[in-house]
């Protein structure tokens, strides 16, 4: 069971302190009370106007700066109820994401999810990447991968024809973040093609020879999955992946069903489809070869359909959880609940004036209503 605790117990001794003290401050104030109304005139006559301080007719304004004075105590000793802990993650994670930035990954198949810098929905002849293959990769990475990773690195790769780093293994979110909007982009790696091979060869040479201890080793591939070069090359890769104790997690982007791919020129301008030799070439995802890839040594599937997205957890990377102890604040409610009590001790303040404010009107009134009585006897 959840045991409440302070976090300044000190202040607690101190409400044992301010009990004397305020019946102190009240007890001298009683008095001066008291003399000031002893002094001002005909005890007899004040007493018909108002009546004569005492502990009693103050008791109510001096229990509320009483209170108040000691859940303010109690605020500053800040009471702490601890919360279930949370399992976290154990180990740090180095992570690889591998982007296929080939032809096809320009088919724009989420043009619903997005939409233009300008705030527009995304149409297919549109100059802009709006909607395409890469740019849902890129939002998944953004959104459902990198939320997840704590104090912990990610390297970018890209590859086409080759693989290409874009930026090397880092915690330095922020500059990953630009980099992955800037150059993580359509045609941004060496070559034509989709040579997987050569995009995961690039992808192990970011991580460091010698593993650091307790480090969980990942590479997320994101394609729709064309396949060029040579399967022999693929086979080395997965099994030197295997070596290295590197967790391979395939993400598949794409509709199954078969698109045209956009071509832009120079000036990132839209000019057309692919179409070599006259004929519109269209692409579709290729599931078959994505989950083969991920079967190899036990990796993870994920799919990021047009109408399912598997969501990624990073339990399924790590060997282990700790527990992070958690807890609730509570000095704000004391702290509230003294105010308010000092907020009703100054409106009895305020009456307690108005009234001595008035008995002292009535009672100037009286003496001026006396001594014209007086005068115009002795006239007579």
Not at 123 to 130: F, G, K, Q, R
Not at 254 to 260: A, C, L, N, T, V
Request: contains cysteine.
């Amino acid at each position: 069971m959840n045991q409440l605790y302070f976090q300044n117990p000190f202040w607690l001794y101190a409400i044992i302190g301010i009990v004397p003290i305020m019946l102190g401050i009240f007890y001298l104030g009683l008095q001066s009370k008291l003399k000031l109304w002893k002094n001002y005139g005909d005890e007899e006559l004040i007493s018909q106007y108002s009546k004569k301080p005492s502990f009693k007719s103050n008791a109510i304004s001096y229990l509320l700066w009483l209170l108040a004075s000691s859940l303010i105590a109690l605020a500053l000793a800040s009471p702490v109820l601890p919360r279930a802990p949370k399992r976290i993650p154990v180990g740090n994670v180095q992570m690889v994401a591998v982007f296929d930035v080939s032809r096809s990954m320009a088919a724009k198949d989420y043009m619903p999810y997005f939409k233009t810098p300008s705030g527009k929905a995304c149409v297919y002849n549109s100059n802009e990447d709006c909607g395409s293959r890469l740019q849902m990769a890129k939002y998944y990475l953004l959104h459902d991968i990198m939320p997840n990773l704590g104090n912990d690195e990610l390297s970018l790769v890209t590859f086409a024809g080759k693989g290409y780093e874009q930026a090397p293994l880092t915690n330095d979110f922020p500059a990953e973040i630009w980099i992955l909007h800037n150059w993580v982009t359509l045609g941004n790696a060496p070559g034509y093609g989709s040579y997987t091979a050569l995009g995961l060869e690039q992808a192990i040479n970011e991580f460091p020879k010698v593993a650091k201890p307790n480090t969980q080793r990942v590479i997320v591939y994101f394609s729709d999955g064309g396949f060029d070069g040579s399967t022999s090359a693929l086979q080395n890769d997965l099994e030197l992946m295997h070596k290295l104790h590197i967790k391979l997690i395939v993400v598949g982007v794409g509709s199954k069903i078969p698109s045209p791919i956009p071509v832009y020129d120079a000036n990132n301008h839209f000019s057309g489809y692919f179409a070599p030799g006259g004929n519109v070439i269209t692409s579709a995802y290729d599931e078959q070869f994505m989950q083969s890839l991920a079967s190899y040594d036990n990796g993870i599937y994920l799919r990021v359909g047009q109408h399912h997205v598997d969501k990624f957890q990073l339990s399924s990377i790590v060997s282990g959880f700790k527990l992070k102890p958690r807890t609730t604040n509570l000095y704000q409610y004391p702290l509230a609940f003294a105010l308010f009590l000092i907020f009703m001790a100054i409106l009895l303040n305020q009456k307690f004036i108005f009234n001595n404010l008035k008995a002292s009107i009535q009672l100037s009134l009286s003496k001026l209503n006396t001594h014209s009585t007086k005068s115009e006897k002795n006239h007579e």
